[in-house]
């Protein structure tokens, strides 16, 4: 019996039913040692009736093993591996030692651990019961955290009980003590005085297992009342216990303790004189209990007093014993770590074993493993510096692709005093650099990175980066740097070619001499044509790069082809970046609002998932200028709101953000707010941004409409070198008064995204209606509104038909036929997909949800959208 925890045996009882309904949830269980997560667990696994229960638990033996913790829960699972996607299915197997080659983004792992898990559903509902998650490696925990996050309608529930650390988002339950009642409930019963009683009570408070331990070891006690912390007070008590045991049976129970499987420790064991029999005395008082494959300890606190309380030397020579029974490549990962904790002073040859073991883990993607190795490979370097150095420079990047940027810096700063190799102090550097820009840090970032491509010069592409969000002057020097680089023929010709791509947009946005670089448009060219060959990081920056200089289109190319590419790869990581870029095309170029939006919604929560701040916030800043365009307050108000409380919203976020209120005032006829808004965007100092540069028209619209162009004229100047002759065409049209039909008439024949192109018949709509040419407005006006009104741009059409109004037509309300009330987002992003005739698998994969999740929503949708079949949904338009 549980005392003291029906509410939180109520929410597993609830989590429980919705598993039993076909829907899916988790559950977090944090709390101090013994504070009664395991009986939790205890009861959710005793009352799953009629639901599959997968139980494991996280082994400190095993926590600097790459995927180890994930593989200890998926074995049952193993035979359906097949059914996964192949990209998922590589993914994981990769991370699982399953098979060799480069291993995938943890994001991918993470949506096969979703998927493996729902086919298992298949055959009923599914619990996950994992306890002692704080001794899971990292990659484990993340690949759990973002199936759980996804999981909706695979009807499986997994529940994670953990000491400390962050629970991801997810729902959570801390254990605090129990209360006195529960607590004196609990210790009914026991043999005590009044004045035990009284002390038991005051050193538990509260905790399930001091109430239940203390009273015995009340009578072995050597300390005082509250002498020792209450974790330590248990583990003195369940080392008394321990102590009282054979010599061979406290031996064999620290090679259990620090080993796994039965077989391997009475083998370790077996090479310390110790045998199977001297483990019945242990067995005989409870503290483990064995069932053939494994020894079982009666809770983690004695696994870890046992371990913790034992003298240096038998830990020495239990890990010595491990690492010997350890044979064969499927071991060689443990068998390292024992023979590291095996080890006093610096030995090259298990040093060797660790690098290796590191090198294995960062091809699986497993980089805070990687680091943890090498960090500890340097500690067993022999008196070189130079080789210390370079193993604290792989655990410096190791660390930072874990995205430990303390430790990483930490690690680049010791190695950085080791060496003075010139490769090794630029990857330091670099690697310093980038935990700088993670953080936000811009300028130091820039700094650090230009010092790098001192020693390097192909990071100066990587310097073009860290400068735009420096600043102007950063940019120019950048620019400068990277002509003169390319006229001494610095780089390799993959990197000469991006080289050339930025040094030339640059030069195309600040207007600034192009002497010795070619045409714009060869340069994207000839980046695009190389694309396949860059790293998935470097391909990102590539398709990002033509939006700068006004080439939408070749980003919209570029981009599609990468995030296939990511796909097919297992390059998940980079995708918030590149569908972000995705995003911007979409709008810019083929004015396709609810694509836009569907690429930055997947950027969003995908950018959520890894903690991707940044790319977070620019993906809500354009989220929020589309909801401004449709007029939808509500939504605009809480993504703008999102990006201000953002942890790390970077310049270009809050440049969205404005954009996006100075856009819902101008569609609702506020200019002179608007106009504040947009000019201090483009004389800002981020002027040269994307969403400053492109917002340009608007504020031509709203100076002009306020009555004062000329606040728009310095702006337009330099937008005017952007390959955008539609916007630019309109722009001279509102500033040329009374000669203004020429540049109307010349921008619409330029054509351009729908919505845009709505927005100039509108504008010479107006004028014609002013000039009194009621009947040539008219049908500029009515087009107009019918673009709106199809693209769901509410606060536009209305203006337009107030514009109809006033030219004597009648005009009539059109629902938008491509905007269904009542479909969520996910709901809507689905369907379109299923429109296109992917399936289920397909769009699973794209949306990195599971199959039965894109079942559930698609079976939600179809009554809204009054169809009764996936065929149906081609016909919606």
Known sequence: MLYGREAETSVIDELLATVRSGRSGALVIKGEPGIGKTALLDHAAAHADGIQVIRRGGVPSESELAYAGLHLLLRPALDRMHKLPPPQRRALETALGLTDGQGADALLVGLAVLSLLAEVAEDGPLLCLMDDTQWLDPGSRAALAFAARRLDAEGVALILATREGETHGLPEITLTGLDSPASAALLKGSPLTPGQRYRVLAEAQGNPLALIELPAALNRDAHGPGALPLNSRLQAAFHSQVDHLPAATQTLLLVAAAGEGLDEVLAAAGRLGVTAADLVPAEAVGLVTTDGQHVRFRHPLIREAVY???????????HAALAATLTGDHH???RAWHLAAATVGPDEQVAAELERTAARSARRHGYAAAATAYQRAAALTHHDDESRARRLTLAAESATEAGELDWAQALAGEADTLTTDPALRSRLTHAQATAHFSRGGYGEAHRLMTEAARLDPALLVRASQTAWYAGEAQVSQVSGRLARALA??????????????????FARLFGGD???????????????RGLAGYPPGIAAMVCGMPLVAGQDAATLRMASRLIDRCHAEGGIGVLPMVLYFRAQAELFHGGRHHEAAAAATTALRLAENTSQHQWAALNRGLLAYLAAVEGDEERHLRLTGEVERSPAAPMQGAMWADWARAMLDLGQG????????????TEGPGWYHVSAMRCVPDLVEAAVRSGEPDRARPALA????????HLVERCL????????????????????????HARTRLLYGEWLRRARRRGAAVGHLREAMETFERLGAVPWAGRARAELQAAGAVAADVPAPDRPAGLTPQERLIVQLAARGLSNKDIAAQLFLSPRTVGYHLYKAYPKLGVASRGELAALG
Do not use: N
Request: glycine fraction near 6%.
């Open 308 to 318: 913790q309380q034992a003298p240096i030397s038998s830990r020495l020579a239990v």
């Open 332 to 334: 060689a990962d443990r």
């Open 488 to 505: 001494q023929t610095l780089f390799d010709e993959p990197t000469a070619a991006l080289a050339r791509l930025e040094a030339t947009a």
């Open 514 to 528: 192009p002497a010795g670089l070619p045409p714009l448009e060869q340069a994207v060219a000839e980046a695009e």
């Open 670 to 681: 506020r200019t002179e707010p608007a106009l504040g808004r947009l000019e201090g965007l």
């Open 718 to 725: 330099r937008y005017v070198r952007l390959d955008q002759r």
């Open 733 to 756: 049209a509102l500033l040329a008064g009374d000669e203004a039909e020429t540049h109307y008439l010349a921008a619409l024949e330029a054509g351009g995204p729908p919505f845009e």
